[in-house]
């Protein structure tokens, strides 16, 4: 049963004030909170409700949603808390004030390419993080990207878009920007199906057309390039667009980092121009950009500079410091469970070093032999290395934002190293 105007939930934590959208599977409402505070809320319809497949469905809405809640990302739009209803699971959402993309082209017509393309890369960002979380939106198109209030975008440069409304199982959104596989259901959908809806949405806002659905490209109606709709877009986003729009989805790029790096590399046969260094110089802004993840880079290079110092004070051979310069790589080829597993074989270790030092006695180790002892030195070893597995794990999610996948390796790679034979440096300096 749909929600009514001024109705409570959780007692009187939240109050109904309209619908804000409803899918053939979703639907969203805007409600306040305890604290007169503006929120979404989504729950499954009541189409949704009496479908055969209803128990799956929902658990597969829940469990979208507990993955969403763990996925923080500026411009995703935000899960503060998960609520049960009556028999339905709910997601409360941030509410974003502020005009969608498809009202601001409405209101005042095309994107000028810089500022669309400002946009279209925060939202790939928000893509990839969530990607990353095994998630897709499935449903990306203008009327679902915010364009926070100017005050509150103030601070990003003007411009700051956010995404919200992800679509519930193989439902279809709007439909110009779904590609051919949201449509059959035997096909699987993919990171490339979202990759599809975001060039969908980058042709709209560049041309104000919507482009030809996939059910009639099906059927031959071609795709008209954005370039012959709007001369002022450059080759580069041209070509861009179109590969990303590609009807099949083996061919188009295969995660959002490939396509936004066609974004910014130039086709063969045409100059540059200057729209291209405006956006590689946008690109680069962005990597330094409070997005960027210099916090857990810190706590990649302190963790790892830790390690070394307790490994200098207990004078390790040098096997061992190979073998943890070679465990600083786990966690990026392994993954967090893994590299988990080999911290506590660390701990192992560290307190079989300690137990038979090489070239101390026990009574003469300085600092951590005085302070702790042997089973407290082998916790201390695990819970540095997990610590270090636990950064390295998180900032090589967000640096896959901005690199590639080998360029964020060689980065967790060096700082990595450098934190462990800074440690090295000043374990021996104050022994």
């Known amino acids: 049963m749909t929600w009514t105007v001024g109705q409570k939930l959780q007692g009187s934590n939240y109050t109904i004030e309209k619908v804000l959208g409803e899918g053939s599977v979703g639907i969203t409402y805007l409600a306040r909170n305890e604290n007169n505070r503006r929120v979404a809320i989504k729950t499954l319809s009541d189409r949704a409700q009496q479908r055969p497949d209803f128990d799956k469905l929902h658990q597969d809405f829940l469990n979208d949603a507990l993955r969403l809640a763990r996925?923080?990302?500026?411009?995703?739009?935000?899960?503060?808390?998960?609520?049960?209803?009556?028999?339905?699971?709910?997601?409360?959402?941030?509410?974003?004030?502020?005009?969608?993309?498809?009202?601001?082209?409405?209101?005042?017509?095309?994107?000028?390419?810089?500022?669309?393309?400002?946009?279209?890369?925060?939202?790939?960002?928000?893509?990839?993080?969530?990607?990353?979380?095994?998630?897709?939106?499935?449903?990306?198109?203008?009327?679902?990207?915010i364009l926070r209030s100017p005050q509150a975008a103030l601070s990003k440069g003007g411009v700051e878009a956010v995404l919200i409304d992800f679509s519930i199982a193989r439902e279809v959104g709007a439909n110009c920007f779904a590609p051919i596989e949201q449509y059959e259901k035997e096909s699987k959908l993919g990171v490339y199906t979202d990759v599809y809806g975001l060039a969908a949405t980058?042709?709209?806002?560049?041309?104000?057309?919507?482009?030809?659905?996939?059910?009639?490209?099906?059927?031959?109606?071609?795709?008209?390039?954005?370039?012959?709709?709007?001369?002022?877009?450059?080759?580069?986003?041209?070509?861009?667009?179109?590969?990303?729009?590609?009807?099949?989805?083996?061919?188009?790029?295969q995660s959002i980092q490939q396509w936004l790096q066609l974004l910014y590399s130039d086709p063969v046969t045409s100059p540059q121009s200057s729209t291209s260094t405006t956006s590689k110089k946008t690109l680069r802004k962005t990597v330094l950009s409070q997005d960027f993840p210099w916090g857990l880079l810190a706590g990649v290079l302190l963790s790892c500079g830790w390690i070394g110092f307790a490994l200098a004070q207990i004078m390790a051979p040098n096997w061992v410091w190979s073998l943890v310069m070679?465990?600083?790589?786990?966690?990026?080829?392994?993954?967090?469970?893994?590299?988990?597993?080999?911290?506590?074989?660390?701990?192992?270790?560290?307190?079989?070093?300690?137990?038979?030092?090489?070239?101390?006695?026990?009574?003469?180790?300085?600092?951590?032999?005085?302070?702790?002892?042997?089973?407290?030195?082998?916790?201390?070893?695990?819970v540095l290395a997990i610590i270090f597995c636990a950064f390295s794990t998180s900032v090589r999610q967000q640096l896959k934002t901005f690199f590639t996948r080998f360029q964020a390796f060689l980065i967790l790679t060096v700082t990595s190293w450098l934190g462990i034979g800074l440690g090295r440096l000043l374990g021996f300096m104050y022994q």
């Not at 806002?205 to 709709?229: D, F, H, S, W, Y």
């Not at 307190?351 to 600092?367: F, G, V, Y």
């Open 202 to 253: 980058l042709y709209a806002i560049l041309t104000g057309e919507l482009p030809v659905a996939a059910p009639a490209r099906a059927e031959n109606m071609p795709l008209v390039a954005p370039k012959q709709l709007n001369p002022d877009i450059s080759d580069r986003i041209n070509q861009a667009i179109l590969q990303g729009m590609a009807f099949h989805p083996y061919e188009r790029p």
């Open 71 to 145: 996925c923080t990302h500026p411009h995703i739009v935000r899960v503060a808390q998960l609520i049960q209803e009556g028999a339905l699971c709910c997601m409360v959402m941030e509410y974003i004030e502020g005009e969608d993309l498809a009202s601001r082209l409405e209101n005042q017509g095309i994107l000028p390419e810089d500022e669309a393309l400002r946009c279209i890369e925060q939202i790939g960002a928000g893509l990839i993080a969530v990607h990353d979380r095994g998630l897709l939106h499935r449903d990306v198109n203008p009327q679902n990207i």
């Open 326 to 382: 070679g465990c600083a790589l786990i966690p990026q080829i392994a993954g967090y469970a893994i590299a988990i597993f080999g911290a506590l074989a660390a701990g192992v270790l560290a307190l079989t070093l300690i137990i038979e030092p090489s070239s101390k006695t026990l009574s003469n180790m300085p600092l951590l032999a005085t302070a702790v002892s042997l089973s407290e030195m082998a916790v201390w070893y695990s």
